[in-house]
């Protein structure tokens, strides 16, 4: 490391930042924009990863449900029709349901993902509206 990344990372340690890997002639803005880029990233993939999970265990409990299960053997269809069917449309694009949601979860791992700090409050998102 040269002399300015040394005192850069010095500084850091003294404001209690340990570890933020400071690039060889960057400058502390730059380096600090890497890392959360990729910090970014990392949140991004764990979403979706979440995400994945949600889907997983909704097909599981929509599974156990058994047809003529519950009050006139309408458990399942109900169940299909109303909370799968909302949390489904709040993860991601990808369901066979009319409709979804303002934003899904997918919405906000891309929004995390592709922030380059010049969005507004509110952008663009995968249903192509724009607030």
Same mark, same amino acid.
């Given at each position: 490391?040269?002399?300015? &990344? #040394?005192?850069?990372?010095?500084?850091? #340690?003294?404001?209690?930042?340990?570890?933020? /890997?400071?690039?060889?002639?960057?400058?502390?803005? #730059? &380096?600090?924009?890497?890392?959360?880029?990729?910090?970014?990233?990392?949140?991004?993939?764990?979403?979706?990863?979440?995400?994945?999970?949600?889907?997983?265990?909704?097909?599981?409990?929509? &599974?156990?449900?058994? /047809?003529?299960?519950?009050?006139?053997?309408?458990?399942?269809?109900?169940?299909?029709?109303?909370?799968?069917?909302?949390?489904?449309? %709040?993860?991601? &694009?990808?369901?066979?349901?009319?409709?979804?949601?303002?934003?899904?979860?997918?919405?906000? %791992?891309?929004?995390?993902?592709? +922030?380059?700090?010049?969005? !507004?409050?509110?952008? !663009? +998102?995968?249903?192509?509206?724009?607030?």
């Amino acid at each position: 490391m040269s002399n300015g &990344s #040394e005192d850069i990372k010095k500084y850091l #340690e003294t404001l209690g930042v340990h570890g933020l /890997p400071i690039q060889e002639n960057a400058t502390l803005t #730059e &380096s600090i924009e890497t890392t959360l880029a990729e910090d970014n990233s990392d949140v991004a993939y764990e979403l979706e990863d979440i995400k994945d999970q949600i889907k997983g265990l909704l097909d599981e409990a929509l &599974s156990i449900i058994r /047809p003529g299960m519950g009050e006139g053997g309408m458990a399942r269809d109900r169940a299909e029709s109303y909370w799968y069917a909302h949390i489904v449309m %709040a993860l991601d &694009s990808d369901h066979g349901y009319m409709g979804g949601s303002m934003t899904t979860m997918q919405d906000t %791992a891309d929004e995390i993902r592709h +922030n380059d700090g010049d969005d !507004d409050e509110f952008g !663009d +998102n995968e249903h192509g509206t724009d607030f």
